[in-house]
């Protein structure tokens, strides 16, 4: 394992954690609803969700997805499932007000941490995004303190993106909006989740 390769698997895990989907959707309406506190909590979960499946590919779950194609396929649909669950709430809650007591978070930063590695426990695809990024980057004698550190970056990429993403959209500005147009955009990040739902199961 060499310096370089391990600045590659930073720079390409980050690329794709900053790309949008489930979770970028999930910490936008979280951040906007709960505030920074929540999101951030959030964000830990999805640090968390990343370290799982990095270690699953380490330990070889892609190479087991690919030998038994039905078990991936089962991880999906439960997947799809969980962020349909998820769109169901935001569209059924749509037109309630926030809670007007701001003394008290709506959602605990342990329920928050749970929830958000339960959002990215349920897409079982970077197990295979990592699986092909530690094939060629990852040796299979790589002695485990670089192990460790690659996970290490991984939960580091993956929970400080997402705290920006809780900083930028807990702004008073990006709330406000939120609370004026919360059924809407409640019911269009509930769309979306849908649609990356079906993604996850159909891809």
């Known amino acids: 394992m060499t310096t370089a390769a391990f600045i590659s698997i930073v720079l390409i895990h980050l690329a794709a954690a900053i790309s949008p989907g489930p979770s970028f959707v999930v910490a936008v309406r979280t951040a906007a609803s709960d505030g920074f506190r929540v999101a951030s909590a959030l964000a830990l979960g999805f640090g968390l969700g990343a370290v799982l499946w990095a ?11 690919e030998l038994v194609p039905a078990l991936f396929l089962g991880l999906k649909i439960v997947g799809a499932l969980f962020l349909f669950w998820i769109a169901f709430q935001m569209w059924k809650h749509a037109k309630e007000p926030l809670p007007q007591n701001t003394d008290t978070a709506p959602r605990s930063a342990l329920s928050a941490i749970r ?4 959002t990215f426990a349920s897409n079982p695809k970077p197990a295979i ?4 990024v530690f094939v060629g980057l990852v040796p299979h004698d790589t002695p485990l303190p670089w192990r460790l550190a690659i996970l290490a970056a991984v939960f580091a990429n993956e929970t400080l993106w997402y705290i920006v993403v809780a900083r930028v959209f807990s702004m008073p500005r ?6 004026r147009l919360k ?3 409640d019911r269009t990040f509930g769309g979306l989740l849908v649609l990356l739902g079906l993604k996850v199961a159909l891809t």
């Open 183 to 185: 059924a809407g955009v």
């Open 129 to 132: 995004f990592f699986g092909a």
């Open 55 to 65: 270690g699953a590919a380490m330990a070889g779950l892609a190479i087991l997805f």
């Open 115 to 118: 929830y958000g590695f339960l």
């Open 174 to 179: 990006a709330r406000n909006a939120y609370l």
